[in-house]
């Protein structure tokens, strides 16, 4: 499955953007999705991630309360929708496909063997 991540851009501090997670190749209901991000000089970091039965999700500690992953309503799509954003929150926004099962370690990036270009995210104070 190939991914392309949109929706990225400059908002400012308190706003909001809705990223889209868009597959092609194969259908992304049969997989789980993740969304990480890596801002200019660190890591790339786990923000987001849910299940392929579309319900089970789970978010890091720094996004949690503000963001949320769903899947869309067309078949092969997932989103991130962000409120309340940070200047913190500014990265370039990656997200992954994985037919891993539920007890895996889902934060952990070398468990995503497909992956999208990023969209940057920029959020002005």
């Known amino acids: 499955v190939q991914l392309q991540a949109s929706g990225g851009g400059l908002v400012q501090a308190g706003g909001s953007l809705r990223l889209s997670c868009s597959a092609s190749g194969g259908s992304l209901r049969s997989y789980s999705v993740g969304w990480f991000r890596q801002a200019a000089g660190k890591e790339r970091e786990f923000v987001a991630w849910?299940?392929?039965?579309?319900?089970?999700?789970a978010y890091a500690d720094s996004v949690k309360g503000r963001f949320t992953i769903a899947r869309g309503n067309a078949k092969n799509t997932v989103h991130l929708q962000m409120n309340s954003l940070k200047p913190a929150d500014t990265a370039v926004y990656h997200c992954?496909?994985?037919?891993?099962?539920?007890?895996?370690?889902?934060?952990?990036?070398?468990?995503?063997?497909?992956w999208g270009q990023g969209t940057q995210v920029t959020v002005s104070s």
């Open positions: 849910i299940f392929r039965n579309g319900i089970t999700t």
């Open positions: 992954a496909a994985s037919t891993m099962i539920l007890s895996a370690p889902f934060r952990e990036e070398g468990r995503y063997p497909a």
